[in-house]
């Protein structure tokens, strides 16, 4: 197994578009999680899931952002209608679902927002 | 809520000199305590992590932290920085009040000087 995969790795788009973006996890890893990442500062906390069950959402996932992980392997994230400020490092994590929680992140996809 | 200090943003060490990273968490109890290391345009890779027993944890590339409980604090540190270390380190709590996100500082960039 290669680890977290994330697809594609940049996108660039104009504001008011809709973006997908997709992660697979590692293949044993019922928990994935997605995180945001701005320039200077370290990752925070989107959404997660255990399963195909979202478990979890931030304040910070607005009601244009979208995730999905239908039958509990890979996941999407969505935004739509995208702003200038959307423009980030989307991470992907998974773990196991045991009490340390380590998590295993992903190369990230890095959204531009023109 | 918890939170984590990283209170160097950049540190500039030359190579072959050790190296101490900071990080100070509030949290009511003892979290899981992690690093992780960004190198530019990539993913977060785990050094280490502390749950519970021996204070001094060591990690993967040499690098060991140690928790202190009575300073809420989880430095890392190196005895001998390589060129290949520069890169951004990342301290993290969790999971802790049953959420399973990880909480992140914002970093610290490291530089190395040949």
């Known amino acids: 197994d290669t680890g977290v995969s994330q697809d594609p790795r940049h996108k660039i788009t104009k504001r008011g578009q809709n973006v997908t973006f997709r992660c697979d996890p590692i293949?044993?890893?019922?928990?994935l999680y997605w995180y945001r990442q701005t320039l200077g500062q370290g990752p925070e906390f989107l959404t997660y899931f255990q399963n195909e069950a979202q478990l979890e959402k931030s304040r910070l996932l607005s009601d244009r952002f979208s995730a999905e992980r239908p039958k509990g392997s890979f996941s999407t994230l969505e935004i739509q209608r995208t702003e200038q400020g959307d423009s980030a490092m989307y991470l992907c994590?998974?773990?196991?679902?045991?009490?340390?929680?380590?998590?295993?992140f992903g190369p990230g996809t890095r959204l531009t927002v023109l | 809520a918890q939170s984590v200090t990283q209170p160097d943003i950049h540190i500039t060490v030359s190579e072959g000199a050790s190296l101490e990273l900071r990080c100070n968490y509030s949290y009511g109890a003892t979290p899981y305590l992690f690093w992780y290391v960004q190198s530019p345009g990539q993913g977060l890779q785990l050094l280490l992590k502390?749950?519970?027993?021996?204070?001094l944890v060591q990690g993967i590339k040499g690098f060991e932290a140690e928790f202190k409980r009575s300073q809420s604090s989880f430095n890392l540190r190196k005895p001998s920085v390589h060129w290949s270390d520069a890169a951004e380190y990342f301290c993290a709590v969790g999971p802790v009040g049953g959420r399973r996100a990880l909480t992140f500082g914002s970093g610290t960039r490291l530089q190395v000087q040949p």
């Open positions: 502390y749950f519970s027993g021996d204070t």
């Open positions: 994590a998974s773990s196991l679902a045991v009490a340390d929680n380590e998590q295993f």
């Open positions: 293949s044993e890893h019922n928990r």
